[in-house]
């Protein structure tokens, strides 16, 4: 005779980690604790230590893929061993490599943001068009306001997609301005000297 099905109730721990892994699969870009927070809606060291089990669960050497800390969230990438293979699925813009102008476009924007397209030119010494317009097409810069004033020029910023490329948990882990003896107005000031000298 065939024994009776039984319901056995999920660990509730086990349920949100599942709800976090499928939250982090659909999402686009990384997502905060907050932002997990509050579509899991469950309490913050709840869902800190369902994270930690995702990480055991998703972690380099035991899956395809692995859950990571990046761009001030959590999201999940091909592992090392899968990602040869997913490059040759398919190409991101990124893997395509960036031109000296777009490195040297991005390296601006990323230090000084949000900075206008007039700026960077002023800094570069250069029309700076072309790389701005390539940089916001691959996701790696996006528009953040305007300068003040009428017609105020379209200021840059860099996007989670730049600090996920470049595995930067934040922007905080670029290497410091404050190693070259100033403040980041100074380096802006210093910039635009090189620039006007370069363009003189």
Same mark, same amino acid.
């Given at each position: 005779?065939?024994?009776?099905?039984?319901?056995? %109730?999920?660990?509730?721990?086990? @349920?949100?980690?599942?709800?976090?892994?499928? &939250?982090?699969?659909?999402?686009? @870009?990384?997502?905060? &604790?907050?932002?997990?927070?509050?579509?899991?809606?469950?309490?913050?060291?709840?869902?800190?230590?369902?994270?930690? /089990? /995702?990480? #055991? !669960?998703?972690? $380099?050497?035991?899956?395809?893929?692995?859950?990571?800390?990046?761009?001030?969230?959590?999201?999940?990438?091909?592992?090392?061993?899968?990602? $040869?293979?997913?490059?040759? /699925?398919?190409?991101?813009?990124? @893997?395509?490599? &960036?031109?000296?102008?777009?490195?040297?476009? /991005? =390296? *601006?924007?990323?230090? +000084?943001?949000?900075?206008?397209?007039?700026? *960077?030119?002023? *800094?570069?010494?250069?029309?700076?068009?072309?790389?701005?317009?390539?940089?916001?097409?691959?996701?790696?810069?996006?528009? =953040?306001?305007? #300068?003040?004033?009428?017609?105020? =020029?379209?200021?840059?910023?860099?996007?989670?997609?730049?600090?996920?490329?470049?595995?930067? #948990?934040? +922007?905080?882990?670029?290497?410091?301005?404050?190693?070259?003896?100033?403040?980041?107005?100074?380096?802006? #000031?210093?910039?635009?000297?090189? %620039?006007?000298? !370069?363009?003189?």
């Amino acid at each position: 005779m065939d024994r009776p099905l039984r319901l056995v %109730a999920a660990n509730p721990l086990d @349920q949100l980690a599942r709800t976090l892994e499928a &939250l982090l699969v659909i999402a686009s @870009q990384p997502l905060s &604790l907050e932002e997990l927070c509050a579509a899991a809606a469950d309490e913050r060291d709840r869902v800190e230590t369902a994270l930690g /089990l /995702l990480a #055991e !669960r998703f972690r $380099e050497g035991r899956s395809g893929i692995v859950l990571e800390k990046v761009a001030g969230g959590f999201a999940f990438r091909a592992s090392k061993d899968a990602a $040869e293979a997913c490059a040759r /699925l398919f190409e991101r813009p990124v @893997q395509k490599g &960036l031109s000296h102008a777009a490195m040297e476009t /991005l =390296a *601006i924007v990323a230090y +000084l943001g949000p900075v206008s397209r007039p700026e *960077i030119a002023r *800094i570069r010494g250069v029309s700076v068009d072309s790389a701005v317009a390539g940089l916001v097409e691959r996701g790696l810069i996006a528009e =953040a306001g305007r #300068e003040d004033g009428a017609g105020g =020029a379209v200021r840059y910023r860099v996007t989670p997609l730049f600090e996920r490329v470049f595995e930067l #948990e934040s +922007l905080s882990e670029l290497p410091r301005l404050d190693d070259l003896g100033a403040d980041g107005d100074a380096i802006r #000031e210093r910039l635009v000297t090189v %620039a006007e000298k !370069r363009t003189a």
